[in-house]
């Protein structure tokens, strides 16, 4: 045999298995991914070329072997034990442990140094090296007897197949595997894009994997691990520590959590339980709590097991983010924009630390992935300060409680609501490329009162000074305002009785509401808060029908022919006027003596120049580019920045440039200034 290829062959080996750990475990890569592939290819090339130096420890055997018939049992030399829950998840369960510990170990005035981790929440794994060699992982099973994971383990790339510096006969490594929240994430990205069901946490993702008899199925679902512990130990002289033993455990490349901590005393268990619950959303994996172990090893001997249970470790938990619960019903809820959220009825549940009866199914499109029905059993998750949501459905509880068809219907929202806004009885729209359902009763929908007022009184809008968020909320709570028609009608006696609202203020919110009444089409349009109608398109639209009866009169197809309005934005105009509630307040608003200047004539017309566009450039000898700007609005034409085939108009001065050029490129008419004054004469109201 060729000593070179021998030779080579464990080069690249060790050169991998380093970027594996610095990859994996240090998260620190050292190469780039098409230098690792390189090195990776290399090997199997020569592996395939040689098969008989082919060796299980190879990293070319982490991605997938035979598919099994089923795993073998595997007896554990030391059994696998459990470990106590403190159910107090207050700082008492903290000072609970350390009070029994010190009692157990007859002195009560000790202060013990404690190893504290987290609690991974995933699945407890064996991991047995033969010198240095790893020759076999197991799950926990009964404690007694687990199941052979080999194959699924060695896809896991944390995990050494072979341990630097270690030279034990035997060195049982326990932990837990996990599923990273990213890798669940992008996981189920991609089962949904295949149209495939997603996990419904990643603790299942973790028990899936390990339990899948295809390897290369297994890598798929990528897992991470976690060393914590240990089994059958021959050949190695222990350290006096737990905590000792696990930075050894790092030192020969295993995985372990950086987040441990050694402390003394009640205190520091209660300082790390806080801490860590403190950091516990923003950690890449989930935890369900942390571990208190005794760090002294002769200790943890002398307190020994109570029924499978070590006296000197215990688990306190932190409150659980995730329940199982009946859906009873679902709700559609209206929020201040329109939107509508499908909201899950639930049999009452404690999770995250409060009791949930509500939650979240974000909307039409997530509900029917995730196939919620009335009366099926799902799971909630509350964590932190977010929004309970319903993650999935359980199936296995659903269908062997009532059968799959015996289940709910499918949820439709259209159908349930009957196109109606549960709220105003306004119509419901789902646009194109949407995922929510909206009510189209924007100024009426009680729902959407608060929201729709502070936008009509917003600075850009009526500019209503002084109406703030505060104000509002009373406004709408006390009922004092139900559409911003109602602001014309608010007076001194009213305002007087709010709170936080002194005569000073009242005076000044009324003079500023008066003086709001003043104002201009464009301004008028926005204020009325139409979806997809901001300012710019407001200001087109003014523009181009110059009365309010003509916007109210048009049609979809007219609605288009505005510069910059397509069929989304005309639909959206269209659903806001089609509900008879929001004329009823335009009307009302109308009549409260709310005006602005009319371009039009009497009969509605349209302005002249309204639908031409101008693009002034370069110095005109007596008027202002300003000026200029502003003649022609006031005709209706828009101004726009830049020359395009659209451009009906350039305007050129002196020392005028590129828009110039363009203009010519494209054959746009080009006017001076006196060429501009004539055709605003032409145009001009007589
Ligand atoms: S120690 C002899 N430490 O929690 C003590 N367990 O028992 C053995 N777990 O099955 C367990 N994180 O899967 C220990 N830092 C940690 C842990 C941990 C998670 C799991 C382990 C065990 C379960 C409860």
Not at 219 to 246: C, K
């Amino acid at each position: 045999m060729n000593t070179t290829v021998i030779q080579r062959i464990a080069q690249l080996r060790a050169e991998i298995e380093r970027n594996n750990h610095a990859y994996y475990v240090l998260d620190a890569p050292s190469i780039p991914d098409a230098e690792y592939d390189k090195l990776f290819r290399e090997l199997q090339t020569l592996e395939t070329q040689n098969p008989e130096l082919l060796t299980l420890d190879s990293p070319t055997q982490r991605v997938g072997g035979k598919v099994l018939d089923g795993f073998s049992p595997v007896r554990h030399t030391v059994p696998m034990l459990s470990i106590r829950t403190e159910t107090d998840i207050s700082d008492q369960g903290a000072i609970n442990f350390d009070a029994r510990v010190r009692r157990e170990l007859g002195d009560p005035e000790a202060i013990i140094e404690y190893c504290c981790e987290l609690k991974f929440d995933g699945l407890a794994i064996n991991l047995r090296y033969e010198h240095g060699m790893l020759v076999q992982a197991c799950t926990r099973g009964d404690g007694e007897t687990g199941e052979d994971v080999t194959q699924n383990i060695r896809t896991i790339r944390s995990i050494p197949l072979r341990l630097f510096h270690c030279h034990a006969a035997v060195l049982e490594v326990r932990g837990e595997a996990y599923m990273s929240r990213r890798d669940f994430e992008v996981y189920n990205e991609r089962q949904r894009e295949k149209g495939l069901p997603a996990l419904v946490n990643p603790r299942n993702g973790a028990a899936g994997s390990i339990r899948q008899l295809d390897s290369a199925l297994a890598a798929r679902r990528p897992l991470s691990f976690f060393a914590y512990g240990w089994g059958d130990i021959q050949g190695w002289t222990m350290p006096a520590s737990h905590s000792a033993v696990l930075d050894e455990f790092d030192k020969m490349g295993l995985p372990v959590n950086a987040d441990r901590e050694v402390v003394n005393g009640t205190q520091g268990l209660v300082d790390f339980h806080r801490h860590i619950a403190t950091m516990r959303d923003s950690l890449p994996f989930d935890i369900d709590g942390v571990v208190y172990k005794v760090n002294n090893l002769a200790l943890q001997s002398r307190m020994g097991f109570v029924s499978r249970e070590p006296r000197w470790a215990v688990a306190h938990k932190f409150p659980a983010e995730e329940q199982m619960t009946v859906v009873r019903d679902i709700d559609i809820q209206v929020g201040r924009t329109g939107k509508l959220t499908p909201v899950a009825k639930l049999e009452p549940v404690f999770v995250g630390g409060t009791t949930v009866s509500n939650a979240t199914l974000h909307n039409e499109d997530e509900t029917r992935r995730k196939d919620v029905r009335i009366g099926d059993t799902v799971i909630v998750r509350r964590a932190g300060d977010v929004i309970p949501e319903v993650v999935g459905v359980v199936l296995d509880h659903t269908s062997i409680r009532q059968g799959e068809q015996h289940r709910g219907e499918p949820f439709d929202l259209y159908q349930r609501l009957g196109g109606k806004c549960p709220v105003c009885g306004s119509s419901i729209v789902r646009e194109e490329g949407e995922a929510n359902w909206r009510c189209t009763g924007g100024l009426f929908c009680p729902a959407q009162r608060k929201e729709a007022l502070l936008h009509f009184a917003s600075r850009r809008a009526l500019d209503i000074e002084g109406l703030g968020d505060k104000l509002v909320e009373q406004l709408v709570d006390l009922q004092l305002v139900k559409t911003p028609a109602d602001l014309y009608h608010l007076n001194m006696p009213v305002l007087a009785g709010l709170e936080r609202m002194g005569e000073k203020s009242a005076n000044n919110l009324l003079e500023a509401i008066t003086q709001s009444k003043q104002t201009s089409l464009a301004r008028f349009i926005y204020a009325l808060g139409i979806r997809n109608v901001g300012e710019t398109t407001a200001k087109d639209l003014a523009r181009h029908f110059g009365s309010l009866d003509n916007l109210l009169a048009a049609d979809e197809l007219r609605l288009q022919q505005v510069p910059d309005v397509g069929p989304i934005v005309a639909e959206s105009i269209i659903a806001f006027l089609a509900e008879p509630h929001n004329r009823e307040v335009i009307t009302k608003l109308r009549s409260s003596g709310i005006n602005w200047t009319e371009h039009a004539g009497e009969h509605g017309m349209i302005l002249k120049l309204s639908g031409k566009t101008f693009v002034l450039t370069g110095t005109l000898p007596s008027m202002s580019r300003e000026e200029a700007k502003a003649a022609l609005e006031a005709l209706g034409a828009k101004v726009a920045g830049s020359v395009s085939k659209k451009t009906d108009y350039v305007v050129a001065g002196a020392e005028a440039g590129s828009k110039l050029n363009k203009a010519r490129e494209l054959g746009v008419p080009v006017l001076d200034e006196q060429g501009l004054i004539n055709l605003l004469d032409e145009n001009g109201e007589t």
